[in-house]
């Protein structure tokens, strides 16, 4: 910038650097649309799985999005939008994470042509937040009713969320357990049903088979008991819940004790002695045979309770505790000597077994469990993860569902109808955004055609038999990935929650929108790293947005 009298002014610093107009547009699309690109082949039934590596040499096998996107190390701005989009799908419904990222990656495609039209920015953001709030109408009107009595559906529901997954084969027994544990912490209000997904407890352990994972109505420990001599079972247990160590306390004041006598020496063992057994005296009159506790406890307290044959844990987790209390409907105490026999909670047993060389803790049987756990198990450590990830969809799915109450078709069935619709809604908006929402519809259908392709079918020649299926009024038609023929899923078992597209649909529109009203790119650090090539403020030439020789983590994959 050029001052008075022909002198520079300056007003950023000299490593700043600067993309401006269709510069930054462009660039921030390319960086989006490499993204989207990448988790593209992992979606449906035939999708693939990505294999990633960090600096340390930590291996990840997945085609779960989140995940793949969360294990990418990215740096361009614009493409962390994008992780923050399967993020918030993620969090708000546990599904769905890969068909917002790819739908937003094609709304950005879809407007590069607009763009090149001339249409301004706002114009084709308006088009979009028409089409978006159109899309939500749609799938009310369209959406089909469900609740906890329907376990059939709600099995559907799980089924599909784990279809594509390594979870795949053993998706029906799967998915029964994923049911059982939403219907065991699920409540009924007058809003509708709330689920809270924490009081869910996923536990993993490698080896033996998927068919050996479990469901059990209370709370698995990854603990073992503190002392030999303590029972591997009890029945009818009475638990306390404890907070605070069973440990003789340390003065709060450095303070130092002399010891002259030998006779003294005895004297505080003995003292000491007698505090550990005035809190296992305390814990045996409450009624309790089993002590779950968050904090240490004393080997002498531990030699105690075994000669009173209460079985007893240390080091619980705090999230466990909560989960133990709902489990039990017993109350966490923080002052030992000070436990009722109201504080105890109950459970028809507890025991320890090895599972697959470790000793775990098993709280089972609650009568009025509000918690439960499932033990995932598979053959190595990364199917482990895997079924994990595929039990967090399901879960996540079933959820949703019940939460909102209305389900709907997959395999493409949703956004083709989707695309019709906004089609027929666009001839009735004047002016220039009618070119957005056909845009928009235009973006959706890209999810069946890459259904399509993952499966090895013409996506062109897949597309026209679902539109001619939809015109005709066949509102659940999607296509079939074994024949690549168009099929009624919704009564092939092919559903999903409402609130899956709802919220695909939603964050992807939101997120491309920003992204497109960017002209101006700032970078204080001077984020294009000094390479050859690159405009100022942009990404290196050729990286489309991304780092030099693909994205982090991801081993030159692309």
């Given at each position: ?48 799985d990505k294999m990633m590596v960090d600096s340390v040499g930590d291996l990840v096998v997945t085609n779960d999005g989140v995940t793949i996107l969360e ?36 709304l950005l495609k879809q407007s590069e042509d607009l763009l090149d039209q001339e249409i301004h920015p706002t114009v084709i953001t308006k088009g979009y ?183 007893a844990v240390r080091r619980v987790s705090s999230g466990d505790m909560d989960k133990l209390a709902k489990a039990t409907n017993a109350n966490i105490v ?225």
């Open positions: 910038m050029v001052g008075l009298g022909g002198q520079p002014v300056f007003i950023m610093s000299e490593d700043a650097e600067r993309t401006t107009g269709k510069d930054a547009q462009e660039n921030n699309i390319a960086a989006c649309k490499t993204v989207a690109k990448a988790v593209r082949t992992t979606l449906g039934p035939k999708g693939m294990e990418m190390d990215l740096d361009h701005p614009a493409a962390k939008m994008m992780v923050e989009v399967a993020q918030t799908q993620e969090e708000e419904v546990g599904d769905g994470t890969t068909t917002a990222v790819v739908l937003a990656g094609e937040r028409l089409a978006r709030e159109k899309s939500v109408e749609v799938l009310d009107d369209i959406a089909e009713e469900v609740d906890l009595k329907d376990t059939d559906t709600l099995q559907k529901v799980a089924m599909t969320a784990m279809t594509g997954k390594s979870a795949e084969t053993s998706r029906e027994y799967l998915a029964k357990i994923a049911v059982n544990a939403i219907e065991g912490v699920a409540e009924e209000t007058s809003e509708g049903f709330q689920v809270d997904r924490d009081m869910i407890k996923l536990e993993k352990n490698q080896g033996g088979t998927v068919e050996d994972t479990e469901l059990v109505k209370g709370v698995i420990l990854n603990k073992e008991k503190v002392h030999g001599g303590m029972p591997e079972l009890v029945e009818d247990a009475k638990i306390a819940l404890i907070d605070s160590p069973i440990e003789v306390k340390e003065t709060e004041t450095d303070a130092e004790i002399n010891i002259s006598d030998p006779a003294q020496m005895k004297s505080f063992v003995e003292q000491e002695e007698k505090q550990l057994k005035e809190m296992v005296n305390s814990i045996e009159a409450s009624g309790a045979n089993v002590v779950l506790c968050q904090k240490g406890i004393d080997d002498i307290a531990q030699h105690y309770l075994a000669k009173k044959g209460i079985f923080t002052n030992v000597n000070e436990i009722e026999a109201d504080d105890l909670g109950t459970s028809g047993s507890v025991k320890q077994k090895n599972v697959g060389g470790d000793a775990m803790t098993f709280v089972q049987d609650c009568p009025e469990a509000k918690s439960v756990s499932i033990l995932i198990r598979g053959g190595t450590e990364h199917v482990v993860d895997e079924i994990e990830r595929a039990m967090e969809d399901a879960l996540g799915g079933v959820s949703a569902a019940l939460r909102n109450g209305r389900v709907v078709g997959g395999g493409g069935a949703t956004e083709v109808e989707l695309a019709q619709q906004l089609r027929d809604y666009a001839d009735s908006v004047g002016g220039r955004e009618q070119l957005a929402i056909n845009a928009f519809a235009d973006a959706l259908e890209v999810l069946p055609r890459t259904l399509s392709e993952n499966a090895g079918f013409d996506p062109i020649d897949t597309l026209v038999e679902l539109r001619n299926k939809h015109d005709e009024g066949d509102v659940w038609a999607g296509i079939d990935v074994t024949t690549g023929k168009s099929k009624q899923l919704f009564q092939e078992g092919v559903v999903e929650p409402k609130q899956t597209k709802t919220q695909a649909v939603t964050s992807a529109s939101e997120a491309a929108e920003m992204i497109l009203r960017i002209d101006d790119v700032i970078s204080a650090s001077g984020f294009s790293g000094g390479d050859e090539g690159g405009p100022a403020g942009g990404p290196p030439a050729g990286g489309g947005g991304m780092p030099p020789g693909g994205m982090g983590g991801m081993g030159g994959m692309m």
